[in-house]
């Protein structure tokens, strides 16, 4: 010990062991929720076991997303409105898999700060829960670090990491073809993709977060808060059902840039505009910044928060099977032609 200096102690230095711990335990109900089959261990362990044999598969292949919830953040932070962010992390990795033909089976999540604020923490992760508990994946591990220095006081960052599984040879996309139908399902307004943007067009609008929302109800940052929505029932029901030959997650690049992702290079998508009603979050952004149609198509979801690419012959069947499941489904165009998305109508 150093002669006439008192000791410290790693609280001294910022970091609070008992406040982590009492994290864990406040978190662990919420946790148990989400339990699945499959779910072997609870929280606490040094790494969190799963049975895939017990969850159904017999020749399991693994997938694997992960993701964040990007400057969306910011809105939470700023506002002290912190559950939504939790489910936008869930849904962001989970309906990445779902693309892929995968079930989501399982997910962690990452929760850094400079100061581990107990409340605001204990919401999030509450929200994690909530949207694994509806995706039906289990919630079974995470790490929450606290890191004096590194991030502003009240501030925090989220990751999430989600693995599914599917059995051999069932992985999308599968077959897509000159003819296929696309079917869009609805968004929840901007998910969690554009926000840099959005932030811009509201600070150029001259509004606080706390100012009424000017397309509905509620103030505006709670209506910029609103999560995303997880798509993950309704398509694995679809995908069983046959017919669906590929899924594209509208996130960030919109329907210009992720469409492609999922066509084979030789095919390209041609979308009709004027099948659905852009809906008046997008309008009110698109009004802020003077933006163009194709600088909104390839930033924002613009209310389409998925696409299906079945099969022509399949496309009535799953439009009934997406609608009972309390989808909004759409036909919005259909592949063919050079690759490349091209669109027809206006945006409005």
Request: net charge negative; charged share 20%; aromatic share 6%.
């Amino acid at each position: 010990m150093s002669q006439g200096k008192p000791p410290i102690t790693y609280a001294d230095a910022g970091v609070d062991i008992d406040a982590g711990n009492a994290l864990v335990e406040r978190i662990k109900p919420a946790a148990k929720r989400t339990d699945r089959a499959g779910t072997m261990s609870g929280l606490g362990g040094f790494g969190a076991l799963f049975d895939l044999k017990a969850a159904g598969y017999s020749d399991p292949v693994l997938v694997a997303a992960t993701d964040g919830v990007g400057t969306k953040l910011r809105i939470a932070i700023d506002t002290g409105h912190y559950d939504s962010v939790g489910i936008d992390l869930v849904a962001m990795c989970v309906n990445d898999l779902v693309c892929q033909g995968a079930e989501p089976l399982f997910f962690l999540d990452y929760f850094a700060t400079g100061k581990l604020e107990l409340d605001a923490a204990a919401a999030v992760i509450e929200g994690i829960a909530e949207g694994c508990e509806a995706a039906n994946t289990a919630l079974i591990g995470g790490e929450t670090a606290e890191m004096p220095g590194m991030y502003p006081p009240g501030d925090f960052d989220l990751a999430g990491f989600a693995v599914g599984a599917m059995e051999r040879g069932a992985a999308l996309p599968a077959d897509v073809g000159e003819g296929d139908v696309l079917l869009g399902l609805a968004s929840n307004g901007v998910h969690s993709n554009g926000y840099s943007l959005v932030r811009k067009l509201v600070e150029r609008s001259g509004l606080g977060w706390d100012a009424r929302c000017p397309w509905g109800e509620g103030t505006l940052g709670g209506a910029l808060l609103s999560p995303t929505r997880l798509y993950v029932t309704p398509c694995l029901g679809a995908i069983r059902a046959g017919g669906v030959h590929a899924l594209a997650h509208i996130t960030g690049g919109g329907l210009t840039e992720n469409l492609p992702r999922v066509l084979p290079p030789s095919l390209g998508a041609e979308i009709d505009l004027g099948a659905w009603d852009l809906p008046p979050v997008f309008g009110w952004l698109q009004a802020q910044g003077a933006l163009e149609a194709a600088e909104m198509l390839k930033t924002f979801n613009c209310g389409i928060g998925m696409v299906l690419v079945v099969a022509a012959d399949r496309a009535d069947a799953i439009v009934d099977g997406l609608s009972d499941a309390g989808e909004r489904v759409t036909v919005i165009g259909r592949v063919g032609g050079a690759p490349g998305v091209r669109y027809a109508g206006d945006l409005a």
